[in-house]
């Protein structure tokens, strides 16, 4: 039986179509988290903040850190003023088109774009004459041509490496502004006099009455200042890990191992800096357990009576005073960041100079 050439063709509709839907974005988070997000929008926000449309879990990507729009069927990118930038396909962009199978990087995640009906990136073309005369041309000067093809990308390549080493020593060097140890100085002052107003507590000379209460009441309210301190350089600690993070997803774009092997010392140093503002923190901490733990013990003694609390009452509060803490915080900050210095000014000496000055 004869087949009837003029019946209708079936073709078969991508769903996504029917759901217009205009790409997919296969998001891959530093974590290794993996998710979909498919493009139902004309327009939409990327960024770390969970008020925007595709919120990412990277410290290094900024709060708002790029925009996707769709106009007329073209997708595009823009930077709406990150931090760390945008990367498509390996080349930071302020804005771009999208087209199906790009890569975008933004901090430590990689996004694939798949475009409903799979609008590739164009690559071009050249008629078929010109094309046969370039084959020619490639099989005699092959050698030759792809010798200077190599020399031009390599050449590429370290002028990519000097601006993005250029790039990592200026924000480093932002980062050594951070005093953490300065920041809280005022507040140690104010600690010290409250201190002395309360006085060496003895059981040879209890407090008795409100006298007793009082010194109850001001070790706790040391205990909270303490905490807050803490909390306060807590979350100073937190801006600088992020920062760091940055830095290191700015490195991650070098190709040459040897500028790579030397950053990732200078990362080093910068992860000590930080943990000096982390020890610090803990320091208050420990601060604030004792200074409220010494409270309970006043109370038992002075307030209620109980002799069995005079030794701890005695030996005073069970950590290192404010001042000490202090102490200890300038000194290893300022080790750590003579350090660092010290490893970006050879880095900048590498770029010619090229990074911001100090």
Excluded at 188 to 202: C, I, M, P, T, Y
Excluded at 215 to 240: H, N
Aim: hydrophobic share 40%; glycine share 8%.
């Amino acid at each position: 039986m004869a087949v009837d050439s003029t019946s209708p063709k079936t073709e078969m509709i991508d769903p996504a179509l029917l759901e217009g839907i205009g790409a997919n974005f296969i998001v891959k988070e530093p974590s290794g988290a993996v998710k979909t997000f498919p493009m139902r929008q004309d327009r939409f926000l990327i960024g770390r903040s969970d008020h925007c449309d595709l919120p990412i879990a990277d410290s290094s990507v900024s709060g708002r850190h790029a925009e996707i729009s769709r106009t007329d069927g073209d997708i595009k990118i823009r930077d709406v003023g990150s931090a760390n930038g945008i990367y498509l396909n390996g080349e930071r962009v302020e804005e771009a088109e999208l087209f199906d199978g790009d890569v975008l990087r933004l901090g430590q995640t990689s996004i694939r774009i798949d475009v409903v009906g799979g609008r590739a990136r164009a690559t071009g073309g050249l008629p078929l004459r010109t094309v046969a005369l370039a084959v020619a041309a490639i099989l005699v000067l092959g050698t030759v041509g792809a010798g200077v093809g190599i020399a031009v990308r390599k050449k590429q390549q370290q002028r990519r490496d000097m601006r993005t080493l250029a790039a990592f020593v200026t924000a480093a060097r932002e980062g050594q502004r951070a005093k953490p140890c300065a920041a809280i100085v005022d507040k140690v002052q104010d600690v010290a006099k409250e201190l002395n107003a309360l006085g060496k507590l003895s059981c040879s000379e209890p407090l008795r009455g409100d006298d007793a209460k009082r010194a109850v009441a001001g070790y706790r309210e040391l205990s909270r200042t303490y905490q807050l301190i803490a909390t306060a350089i807590s979350q100073f600690a937190g801006q600088q890990a992020t920062s760091t993070q940055a830095l290191t997803g700015a490195a991650e774009q070098l190709e040459d191992l040897d500028l790579k092997l030397r950053v990732a010392e200078a990362q080093e140093l910068i992860d000590q800096r930080s943990q000096v503002t982390s020890a610090f923190a803990s320091d208050w901490k420990k601060l604030s357990a004792a200074a409220s733990a010494y409270a309970n013990e006043v109370e038992q003694a002075f307030v209620f009576g109980n002799k069995s609390s005079c030794p701890a009452v005695e030996r005073g509060v069970n950590a290192r005073s404010p001042s000490d803490v202090l102490i200890s915080c300038n000194k290893g900050f300022d080790r750590a960041r003579n350090a660092v210095g010290d490893s970006l000014k050879e880095l900048d000496e590498m770029t010619g100079g090229e990074a911001a000055p100090e």
